[in-house]
């Protein structure tokens, strides 16, 4: 590619804040819960570009299609490769686009196929745009993209007031809150120069496993504990881990869940050998991500964590989009009371009047 930039380029990056400030010295716009995509175009040539720096045009043959189509005959933009499902993003279904079969990749490119969200332009032409304003560079885009059926240009806003009311509301489209770019600030590759606004709420889980942690003997230290939650019909389905504790507190949480492994086994509903794996939400079971199992300590019932989590995926019964980060012991409560119903579900809303930056709840 005879571009002035070209791949791998490491993408800006952001760090969490706990609330949207006043004043207008930031870009407010949505954040998509996609896969971060930089696009090279070079004449026919298009390069997509994960955050990581792979190669994603092998999965997204539609996305390759719409960019050629869309950016200008030589530019560099970064964006989110989204796969929304009846106007709310769906990333169970972007996910399924990793695949390492050709014709799986081809049928989803037209069953699930993405859309591409840009909100940043880091060259165009010979000119390398890193050093130039957020605003300015937002105008450049403007002027730069052919908008289509399957390319987007993502709203923005200067108004903190009206960022907190797409915090509330474009959630009910799977959005994962609202980022804040410095209104004079330049492109930063791998600084976590922008800022995000994202949703967190709390949640008591049965703690119904443990993974001892990495390069560790067994019982002297826990990497995650494993979180469970009973769906209406009584069934218990593993929703995903609290983990990242500090080293002493991975010693002393061996300590303490170790009189929950004796009996632990014995009538667990995800070690029974009759369990039905294909109505239970199961851990450590191989995946596209993993190729052999992960070993895991079942822990007898009684225990209940409230844990932070961001949001859910797979619909009901789901689980933590994210790993959960521990809040507290809840003593006070039974494991039997830790159901999906206290999951909170935002209003819907649709993904199409996050796009227009519309602000209208859907009925």
Request: glycine content about 8%.
């Amino acid at each position: 590619m005879a571009l002035p930039l070209t791949p791998p380029v490491q993408p800006m990056l952001a760090k969490a804040v706990p609330s949207i400030p006043d004043g207008d010295d930031l870009v407010f716009e949505p954040k998509y819960d996609g896969f971060r995509c930089l696009a090279f175009r070079d004449g026919d040539e298009v390069f997509l570009q994960s955050r990581s720096g792979k190669p994603l045009n092998r999965y997204f043959p539609e996305a390759e299609a719409a960019l050629r189509a869309a950016l200008p005959e030589r530019a560099v933009v970064d964006g989110e490769l989204i796969v929304d499902i009846d106007g709310r993003l769906d990333f169970d279904r972007l996910a399924e686009r990793i695949h390492p079969a050709a014709s799986r990749v081809a049928l989803l490119s037209e069953t699930t196929p993405s859309r591409y969200i840009a909100f940043d332009i880091l060259a165009l032409g010979d000119d390398v745009l890193l050093e130039t304003a957020t605003v300015r560079r937002r105008e450049i885009l403007e002027g730069a993209l052919t908008l289509g059926e399957r390319v987007h240009l993502t709203p923005v806003t200067r108004s903190a007031d009206l960022a907190r009311r797409w915090f509330e509301i474009f959630e009910g489209a799977g959005l994962d809150g609202v980022m804040g770019k410095p209104a004079d600030g330049e492109y930063t590759p791998n600084k976590r120069t922008l800022l995000k606004f994202k949703h967190s709420r709390t949640a008591d889980c049965v703690v119904a496993g443990l993974r001892w942690y990495k390069d560790t003997e067994p019982g002297e230290a826990v990497g995650s504990l494993m979180l469970g939650l009973y769906d209406h019909e009584g069934h218990l389905h593993h929703v995903g881990v609290v983990g990242s504790f500090p080293a002493a507190r991975r010693r002393e949480l061996a300590a303490e869940m170790a009189p929950l492994i004796p009996g632990g086994r014995e009538n667990h509903p995800w070690a029974a050998a009759d369990a039905d794996h294909d109505a239970l939400r199961m851990p450590g079971a191989v995946s596209r991500w993993r190729t052999t199992e992960q070993p895991w300590v079942p822990l007898r019932l009684e225990q209940v964590v409230e844990v932070a989590y961001e949001h859910t995926e797979g619909g009901y019964p789901g689980r933590f989009r994210h790993t959960a980060q521990f809040r507290r012991w809840r003593p006070d409560r039974e494991p039997a009371s830790c159901t999906y119903e206290q999951l909170e579900e935002p209003a819907r809303y649709d993904l199409d009047a996050v796009l227009r930056g519309e602000v209208k709840e859907r009925s």
